[in-house]
């Protein structure tokens, strides 16, 4: 079973709009860390936003947002007035404490490609 | 404070070469690890290092590949014989440790094998 799962390959929207990417997650682990990634077609790889297992609160950073749902296994990023500079490759992660996922490393999903249309 | 430096940028190699990556981590981060991407796809993990250790090399393939971290120096990723199937971007991460704290990235580096 994937450990972390982006059904959205590919997403247009609308210069200005809202953006809600998914993700959902597989773990046992009673503590992990969820991230995510950007990727422009420069290729970087720019950490946008990190959400405890123990986080009371959603995270936010700026115009992102993490809309966590633990019960659910989701970690869905939020853009809110998206630019034309957020098109790029979006990228959840998880951190497993226990688990591993290359032992304190990061579990990646296969990604969003993001498209923002003026 | 600079980011994650990893060179080359570009490097071509011919079939049966060696390839070596090189990656210096954020200054006062001891943990390291290397990713392979293939196009269209996201990160597969390959090793997780610290200094002068291999903590879990579960993601490298058996034969042809090795990382190193020395106690001096950067880490090197080191790819035998190269074949076709090698050519991918290689991004290095490094952080401090801590379960919450993300891992930087540097910006990779991008192989072809012809």
């Known amino acids: 079973a994937q450990k972390i799962t982006q059904t959205q390959p590919g997403m247009f929207v609308q210069e200005k709009e809202a953006v809600t990417l998914d993700c959902t997650y597989d773990t046992s682990d009673p503590s992990y860390g969820l991230f995510w990634y950007k990727q422009p077609s420069s290729g970087e790889m720019i950490f946008l936003i990190y959400?405890?297992?123990?986080?009371?609160q959603n995270a936010t950073e700026g115009r992102y947002s993490l809309n966590f749902q633990k019960a659910r296994k989701s970690a869905n990023l939020v853009i809110s007035a998206s630019q034309l500079g957020d098109s790029a490759m979006y990228f959840c992660?998880?951190?497993?404490?226990?688990?591993?996922?290359?032992?304190?490393?990061?579990?990646f999903g296969k990604g969003t490609h993001l498209i923002i249309q003026p | 404070n600079a980011g994650v430096m990893q060179n080359p940028r570009h490097l071509v190699r011919r079939r049966g070469q060696e390839a070596r990556l090189r990656c210096s981590p954020m200054k006062g981060h001891s943990h390291v690890y290397w990713y392979r991407q293939l196009p269209e796809e996201g990160l597969k993990f390959m090793v997780y290092l610290q200094k002068e250790n291999i903590i879990d090399e579960s993601g490298m393939p058996k034969e042809r590949f090795s990382a190193e971290f020395p106690k001096e120096g950067p880490s090197i990723l080191r790819i035998q014989q190269v074949v076709r199937g090698d050519s991918a971007a290689y991004f290095c991460?490094?952080?401090?440790?801590?379960?919450?704290?993300?891992?930087?990235f540097g910006n990779g580096t991008r192989l072809t094998v012809t």
């Open positions: 959400q405890g297992s123990y986080d009371q």
């Open positions: 991460a490094s952080s401090p440790g801590a379960v919450g704290s993300p891992l930087h």
């Open positions: 992660a998880m951190r497993e404490v226990y688990s591993g996922g290359g032992a304190d490393g990061l579990t």
